[in-house]
């Protein structure tokens, strides 16, 4: 019989001390290791892991290959500031990123330690290139959590709330969700609706020539694992083009195979970021994140316009060089399309028997899956609030977005057989949310 001594005993001890700002509730658990998809507590209960650590760690937990790299660099040298002087990890990683990225031309990087300060960058260069001020980001989006990227978001009130005044000259539109989408409206109609809303403060009180970078996530992620329109992406990136506005892609999330390309950009034929942020997987998680830029962009601003400490250095770049052939050696980028493929088939199955499943969206092994109030189409958190907490009981770790999508990210290097005992785990739970077995937990609320 699982038990949780040891998790309740080491919670309570942390909750003398933790702040509540810091930690989104879900489980009362603690994790104690992991290997591949399968992470378990600290009193030996194991999990399908299908959130991957909210997609940091695309290569599974404790890959060896990336561990031995960890290690080896941590007892040769575990710091120097790359702030000073260069390491050799750092200086071999910056043009295999540069090369990676779906930017042409001359291609620079910049280290930073989180997502959130990656995106930071993106405002800094944008405003230094083009001289210009305004930032236009859009509804749903999560760019993180320093001052700067929180202001960019629109995901929780909780992120503005008794924050103020946050960034001035960040302006933002509403994002193209699905849920917008009028049930008797053209795909092509909803597109130029909602390109209509994007136009609105650029002919109201928003001089297209004082912005300086559109900053979107081609696939929204904690938005709802939302694709943007091929038609509505179009036209964006020609207004950019038109108006000398920087077009900037947050990959934090959706970046480094998830999506089933590299970059959740590239399943937009034609599509090219000037700048791009990067972090989570891009080095299974330990604290990296990069902007990559075109040079010209890169270089508009001198030292020490952008740099960190701790960003860069040894441990966290061995660990990058190690994730980078990690991904190429085991296919991951393949393999996530593949295996993504195999779950939207068992989804779009498990949708047409159950009508509380409503959209799903998947893109790489990658998925929303809207959990609906049958009667009026709308989401029902407290339904995907029963079905988590009841897939977390039959041992797999899954958590939701927006309260009633649960987000569906394993590590890419999940198992067929895992990934399909992760199914037969949802598939429980859903038959018994139909049946009317399940019952909400004593915690009532999970998430933001
Ligand atoms: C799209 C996106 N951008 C930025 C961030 C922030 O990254 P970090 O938490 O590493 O600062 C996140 C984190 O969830 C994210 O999903």
Same mark, same amino acid.
């Given at each position: ?65 990336v561990a031995k790299a960890i290690a080896e660099q941590a ?93 001035? @000259? %960040?302006? &933002? =539109? +509403? ?7 009028? $049930?008797?409206?053209? /795909? ?35 938005? @709802? %694992?939302? &694709? =943007? +329109? ?7 990136? $020609?207004?950019?083009? /038109? ?14 195979g998830r999506t089933g390309k590299w970059w959740g950009i ?12 990067? @972090? ?107 079905i988590m907490n009841r897939v977390f009981e039959l041992g ?53």
């Amino acid at each position: 019989m699982t038990n949780f001594n040891k998790s309740a005993e080491l919670l309570k001890e942390e909750a003398t001390s933790f702040a509540t700002a810091a930690r989104v509730k879900y489980y009362d658990i603690v994790i104690d290791h992991g290997q591949g998809a399968v992470i378990t507590d600290v009193d030996g209960n194991d999990y399908i892991d299908l959130l991957a650590s909210a997609s940091s760690t695309n290569t599974g937990h404790a890959h060896p290959k990336v561990a031995k790299a960890i290690a080896e660099q941590a007892s040769k040298l575990i710091q120097y500031t790359p702030a000073y002087f260069a390491n050799p990890n750092a200086a071999k990683l910056a043009p295999k990123l540069a090369a990676l990225s779906p930017i042409s031309g001359d291609v620079e990087v910049a280290w930073g330690n989180s997502g959130s300060d990656a995106n930071d960058a993106i405002i800094k260069f944008s405003r230094a290139y083009t001289g210009r001020q305004y930032i236009v980001t859009f509804t749903g989006a999560y760019h993180g959590s320093t001052y700067g990227s929180m202001t960019m978001s629109s995901v929780s009130l909780n992120m503005t709330r008794k924050m103020g005044p946050m960034l001035p @000259g %960040i302006v &933002k =539109v +509403p994002f193209p969700d699905p849920w917008e989408q009028e $049930a008797d409206e053209t /795909e092509q109609h909803f597109v130029d609706r909602m390109f209509s809303q994007f136009e609105l403060p650029f002919e109201t009180y928003l001089p297209a020539e004082e912005v300086a970078a559109i900053v979107i996530e081609p696939i929204q992620g904690d938005g @709802g %694992i939302i &694709k =943007v +329109p091929d038609a509505y992406m179009q036209k964006l990136y $020609a207004f950019a083009k /038109e108006h000398g506005i920087l077009f900037c892609v947050d990959e934090v999330n959706q970046g480094m195979g998830r999506t089933g390309k590299w970059w959740g950009i590239q399943n937009f034929p034609g599509v090219e970021p000037d700048l791009m942020s990067v @972090g989570k997987s891009v080095a299974s998680g330990m604290p990296l994140s990069a902007v990559i830029g075109r040079k010209e962009i890169m270089e508009s601003l001198g030292a020490p316009g952008h740099l960190f400490t701790t960003a860069g250095n040894p441990v966290t770049t061995a660990a990058s060089l190690a994730t980078l052939e990690v991904m190429e050696e085991e296919h991951l980028v393949e393999r996530s399309a593949e295996l993504g493929q195999l779950a939207k088939d068992f989804f779009k199955q498990e949708a047409q028997e159950f009508d509380f499943i409503g959209n799903v969206r998947m893109y790489g092994l990658n998925g929303g899956i809207d959990i609906v109030d049958p009667s009026t189409g709308k989401g029902d958190s407290d339904a995907t609030t029963m079905i988590m907490n009841r897939v977390f009981e039959l041992g797999a770790i899954i958590i939701s977005l927006r309260g009633s999508v649960l987000r569906f990210q394993p590590p890419l290097v999940i198992t067929e057989e895992q990934l399909k005992q992760a199914f037969a785990i949802l598939h429980q739970a859903f038959s018994e949310y139909q049946a009317g077995q399940l019952t909400m937990p004593t915690c009532h609320h999970m998430g933001w």
